[in-house]
């Protein structure tokens, strides 16, 4: 499982950084998060040229022996959009116009997936039936949706909110519309207790990204926003065939058995068998401990993650003691990625600006400071931290000037976060998130 940073710019775009998306890749399968403008360019860039423009993990010892392989536009089947500010998702109808029109001859419809919260049908729609363009391949277009009480509500303007979508695209396929659950009472008028369940694959012996489940809550925002926890199931233990042969070997002739390693099948499908010689072979005593799955936190634009209930899906997973162990083998969430939009660094200092200063408008942006991203990561037990979505005074290329402001606005983050792993995402940047 790996993460491909394919923009990394705040409100507007620079030299060094385009609009937000990002790539997360699992055994082939693509998602994107966030679908900024020239998104496609990106993919196509970085496929073009990956020799020249990936940059590998920072963090990722290995990292420089591997091979470069840039996930691919084709292999991209859902786009997950965190809101409906333009700088997120102004790429999706070009995105779309160029993976759906691939249409695989004899293959089934395979069509491409788009998740958002409410509003994202209306945009959608709106913006292809304008264009007349199609998606041979077919499009399903599906929305996070207030809680139900909330849509049964007097309140008039909302009511005319919510009903404000268009009659579906001619290559629409109908997709499912999620109502929010709620942490505590259903009628909950708190968002910081609402959540979506809108992928369940969480089962084992799926293969690809159809095996993981994603959960949305809202985060603080100007406009309504989701932050994603994408969850991979328990990875079952390995059986100890080392220790089970000799066993079944020295028991051969008395099983009157050719070959008594077929007798590991019915181990692993949890028989316990008695041996002639008397050895009880107990699958839960030659069994590796069952591993936990990887878990990622894709958050859009926030002034206060922690305000969400995205920390009591990640509490929810906490050991039953409520204890965690923040270091990188064991924290609760592999890799958080989070927007750290501004910074107070010393050259802000030096012209009178204080941190409370650049905190206060930060927030009233509806962003966060690497500081606030570091407090959130910390709370949900990060093992590792991404700051992303800068303002177009953070370069994103390799200049020293460039990459000595980002590591200043690294260290923010590292001194509340309280350890080292911490990186400040750049374009093309990889991130790999190695299991368990
Ligand atoms: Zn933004
Ligand atoms: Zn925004």
């Known amino acids: 499982m790996d993460v491909t940073f394919l923009g990394t710019a705040s409100a507007q775009p620079s030299t060094t950084r385009n609009h937000s998306s990002l790539a997360l890749r699992t055994d082939g399968d693509v998602w994107l998060f966030d679908c900024g403008e020239a998104t496609q360019h990106q993919l196509i860039r970085l496929n073009g040229d990956p020799k020249t423009l990936a940059v590998r993990d920072p963090m990722d010892p290995n990292a420089a022996a591997k091979d470069i392989v840039p996930p691919k536009m084709s292999r991209v089947s859902a786009v997950f959009l965190t809101h409906l500010h333009g700088d997120h998702c102004f790429g999706l109808p070009g995105f779309l116009c160029t993976v759906g029109s691939v249409v695989r001859i004899g293959e089934e419809r395979d069509p491409i997936h788009v998740y958002g919260p409410q509003g994202t049908k209306s945009y959608v729609r709106g913006v292809l039936d304008a264009t007349q363009s199609r998606i ?44 929010a659950s709620s942490f505590t009472t259903a009628e909950s008028m708190n968002p910081a207790d609402w959540y979506w369940t809108i992928i369940t694959g969480n089962e084992q012996g799926k293969s690809g990204a159809s095996r993981l489940t994603v959960q949305a809550s809202p985060i603080p925002h100007t406009v309504p926003t989701v932050g994603y926890f994408i969850t991979e199931p328990q990875i079952p233990g390995r059986l100890r065939a080392d220790q089970i042969t000799p066993i079944l070997q020295r028991n051969k002739a008395a099983l009157g058995l050719k070959n008594p390693m077929i007798l590991l099948s019915k181990i692993k499908n949890g028989e316990t068998l008695t041996m002639p010689d008397g050895t009880i072979l107990v699958p839960s005593e030659f069994t590796e401990p069952a591993r936990r799955g990887r878990r990622v936190l894709i958050l859009g634009d926030t002034s206060n993650a922690e305000d969400s209930a995205l920390v009591k899906l990640v509490d929810e997973l906490k050991k039953p003691d409520g204890t965690f162990n923040s270091n990188a083998e064991e924290c609760l969430v592999d890799l958080v990625i989070h927007e750290a939009t501004n910074s107070c660094l010393a050259s802000d200092i030096a012209t009178g600006l204080t941190l409370d200063s650049v905190e206060s408008t930060t927030i009233e942006h509806g962003h966060s400071t690497p500081q606030m991203a570091a407090r959130f990561a910390r709370r949900v037990g990060a093992g590792r931290l991404v700051l992303n979505h800068f303002s177009s005074r953070y370069k994103g290329d390799a200049d020293e000037a460039s990459l000595l402001v980002m590591e200043e606005v690294r260290q923010l983050a590292v001194d509340v976060f309280g350890n080292d792993r911490v990186v400040c995402a750049r374009d093309f940047m990889n991130v790999s998130v190695p299991s368990k």
Do not use: Q, Y
């Not at 139900?148 to 404000?164: G, Q």
């Open 136 to 179: 041979g391949r077919g499009i399903v277009i599906h929305e996070m949706l207030l809680p139900s009480h909330l849509s049964h509500t007097d309140d008039l303007e909302l009511v005319a909110k919510l009903s404000m979508t268009r009659p579906p695209h001619i290559d629409e396929l109908e997709g499912s519309d999620f109502f």
